[in-house]
């Protein structure tokens, strides 16, 4: 007697469908599972077993062999459960073949036959989609998930025993509707709130309109983590295919609430200082889970003091900020992951803090500035945008009633500049900080006077060739928020007082 059912396994953020072949015939009695089965996975059988006995159907004593084809791609979690069991009893003759065809099952077994939800159900779903299945039936948390993908019928079970049912045509259950739900109002702190600190609070808008990695310098106190987390505020909406894209990562990484199929915030990620590599590029045990770097794509990623965090991580991020994704190599497996965020960085000018600070001498010893600096490299720091300088707030600032420009004005302006940015690109580049260097040409083009300026610039700041393509793409930026259709001289002039030379920030 055999079976064979449809189910998926997630792999990076993709998904690729997987066969479950059931094989119920005569020897010991026994249930084995192949097909390069994690633990998690082997550990099926025992759920299948007690599931199928306590739904009050039929668990055969004969010697049963389930097979996951392809049999050289890994198989990880519990998201075979549904699919195994199905195939078991369909081999067994009490449900009709049939009735699984044209289907795909999602979801973890518990011992009594109910069903939990599974990492990943959104991409499983697109890749049923993609092979022309018309039916994904799934557990009932993952359901809304499931359904954002449209031409695909997502049926919501919530046991083994109603899926039977179901499958019997003794149960008549409902294809779950396509909702995509509204943006959420955001938490975010307001910009009003920052005192002072119009330089920097400039930066920041000119970051948020194009997309540009940004690393703030000044004393403890000064505000600059304040200012970090005022930028979800001034941030356009995600459109609703990133939206796609961040549900698929926080579904995979399992940090997707049932309550919200459909992620509409940009992710703000915040890791701290003691972060490992594999925590913030990505890995773990079998096939690699998203890092820090995917799990802010299409939002941003803050690190606060900077230069606490490993060298080795930092070195990490290098290719992931010029090429906007990373590929993830291990033993027998390699994942690309996407990475398109803004990184937005945080420091000290010293140890102590107080480097140049007209109020409070610095501590520091020379050779400790020194090694202090050292810990951010340089092709490291000449992939940062905009520099900026954050200093302490005067008395005035501090005493002062009256608060700065609210969130909601900034946006305006931010979304209006992203507009331009994408009536101006075709394909999937959306910002100006994704262009390349040939996109750079044709769109970055500046008179007589601005490059002159520009010259005089490249000696005084002694910009290497990446530095002055990203000094371009700020001008860029900063014209698009003045509605300006090219680049003015008054426009480079601004994005050079941002490209301070790292070695003078650092």
Excluded at 186 to 207: P, S, T
């Amino acid at each position: 007697m055999f079976a064979q059912v449809l189910s998926a396994a997630p792999y990076g953020i993709e998904a690729r469908l997987v066969e479950v072949q059931c094989d119920v015939g005569p020897g010991l009695p026994g249930f084995a599972i192949v097909g390069l089965p994690e633990k998690e996975v082997s550990e099926a059988r025992e759920r299948v077993r007690s599931a199928i006995r306590n739904i009050g159907l039929t668990f055969p004593q004969l010697r049963i062999t389930a097979n996951l084809a392809p049999a050289d791609l890994k198989k990880e979690g519990a998201g075979f459960d549904l699919a195994l069991a199905v195939a078991l009893l369909v081999a067994t003759g009490q449900v009709a073949a049939e009735k699984t065809r044209d289907a795909v099952f999602l979801g973890e077994l518990a011992l009594d036959g109910g069903l939990r939800p599974v990492r990943g159900a959104l991409s499983m779903a697109l890749a049923a989609r993609e092979a022309g299945v018309g039916r994904a039936i799934v557990a009932v948390p993952s359901a809304g998930e499931a359904a954002l993908v449209d031409e695909l019928a997502v049926y919501p079970v919530a046991s083994l025993s109603e899926t039977v049912a179901f499958l019997r045509g003794e149960q008549v259950i409902s294809a779950t509707p396509r909702t995509v739900p509204e943006e959420e109002p955001g938490d975010w702190i307001d910009l009003a709130l920052v005192r002072g600190q119009e330089h920097a609070r400039r930066a920041l808008e000119i970051a948020a309109a194009g997309a540009h990695h940004v690393v703030m310098v000044g004393p403890p106190g000064a505000g600059k983590s304040l200012l970090a987390k005022c930028l979800p505020g001034v941030l356009p909406p995600l459109a609703f295919d990133e939206a796609l894209e961040v549900t698929r990562i926080h579904s995979v990484a399992g940090l997707l609430s049932p309550d919200r199929p459909l992620l509409r915030r940009r992710p703000f990620r915040s890791p701290h200082h003691t972060v490992s590599y594999a925590g913030m590029v990505g890995g773990g045990h079998g096939i690699p889970s998203p890092g820090e770097i995917t799990l802010a794509h299409n939002g941003v990623l803050f690190l606060d003091e900077l230069p606490e965090f490993d060298r080795k991580v930092l070195e990490a991020l290098r290719q992931p900020l010029e090429d906007r994704r990373i590929t993830v190599v291990r033993a027998g497996t390699a994942v690309t992951f996407p990475a398109s965020f803004m990184l937005v960085g945080a420091m000290n000018p010293c140890p102590c803090g107080h480097l140049g600070d007209p109020l409070r001498p610095c501590r520091c010893r020379p050779h400790e500035v020194v090694g202090y600096r050292k810990r951010l490299s340089g092709p490291f720091l000449d992939r940062v945008d905009l520099f900026v300088q954050v200093p302490r707030l005067t008395r005035e600032e501090l005493l002062g009633e009256g608060g700065g420009e609210p969130s909601g004005a900034v946006r305006r302006r931010v979304a209006a500049a992203r507009e331009a940015q994408q009536s101006r690109f075709t394909g999937p580049t959306r910002t100006n900080a994704e262009i390349g260097p040939r996109e750079v040409r044709r769109t970055c083009r500046i008179g007589p006077e601005a490059k002159a300026l520009l010259g005089r610039a490249v000696d005084h700041f002694a910009l290497t060739g990446r530095g002055y393509v990203r000094t371009l793409k700020v001008a860029l930026t900063i014209a698009d928020l003045a509605g300006a259709a090219t680049i003015g001289p008054e426009h480079l002039a601004e994005a050079l007082q941002y490209r301070a030379f790292p070695e003078e920030v650092a």
